[in-house]
């Protein structure tokens, strides 16, 4: 069975600050994904990642993958109040287009 | 935004009844699947489709059935609805090309 955790599950920060939110997962893939849903709204790509090492940034956020150690990663650098959402992390099982969700960071920036 | 429409938005039904949820793309996008959403579990996938008629359970099936006849329509039945089946249902979208998913607007179905 296909296991995709993330950490933490609610994350409270204070605008200025920086955390990472961390996405494991027990299968094999090259392909990791990282959305972001708004209140009551649908979800939103925010990265594509497809091969070890890969890093991509936009804005204040950062996200890679280490596919050797099954993890990916979430930046938020010097945390603005509109980035409070949910953001989930998503595996490509076996890159054959069947998209496996983690349970999602719930991020509350206060000022 | 990509071209997804789920119908019907919102829906009240009550337990026992049968209840279909349509997803309609414009993009043409080859693979087509259904998600839902609790709190605490995130999305789960409960069925996908990888071309016309060619479709395939995910992680939480039972009770659900779906069908593809034609490629821009995805349709989802709950053939006897239970009051466990309230959530949200979502309606995704991905081509090999693209390798990311597209999600529709999301249906809120409420079973009494």
């Known amino acids: 069975e296909l296991k995709v955790e993330q950490n933490p599950l609610f994350l409270s920060m204070q605008e200025g600050k920086n955390y990472t939110i961390y996405c494991n997962y027990s299968?094999?893939?090259?392909?990791l994904y990282w959305y972001r849903q708004d209140p009551g709204k649908s979800l939103e790509s925010l990265f594509v990642l497809l091969s070890n090492g890969a890093v991509k940034q936009e804005g204040r956020l950062m996200a890679s993958l280490d596919t050797k150690a099954r993890l990916s990663t979430l930046h938020i650098t010097a945390a603005v109040h509109d980035l409070s959402a949910t953001y989930f992390c998503a595996v490509d099982k076996w890159a054959g287009n069947q998209f496996y969700f983690g349970t999602g960071t719930s991020l509350t920036v206060i000022p | 935004d990509a071209g997804i429409t789920q119908s019907p938005r919102h829906k009240v039904t009550e337990t026992g009844t049968p209840v279909t949820l349509r997803c309609h793309q414009t993009?043409?996008?080859?693979?087509m699947y259904w998600y839902r959403q609790d709190p605490g579990h995130g999305l789960r996938l409960i069925h996908y489709s990888y071309g016309v008629k060619d479709t395939d359970k995910g992680e939480v099936s039972d009770g659900y059935s779906v069908s593809r006849s034609k490629t821009e329509d995805f349709l989802l039945t709950l053939e006897s609805a239970t009051s466990s089946q309230t959530s949200v249902y979502f309606c995704?979208?991905?081509?090999?090309?693209?390798?990311?998913?597209?999600f529709g607007q999301g249906t809120r179905l409420t079973v009494v």
């Open positions: 995704a979208i991905s081509e090999r090309a693209l390798p990311e998913a597209f």
């Open positions: 299968t094999t893939s090259d392909r």
């Open positions: 993009e043409n996008h080859r693979y």
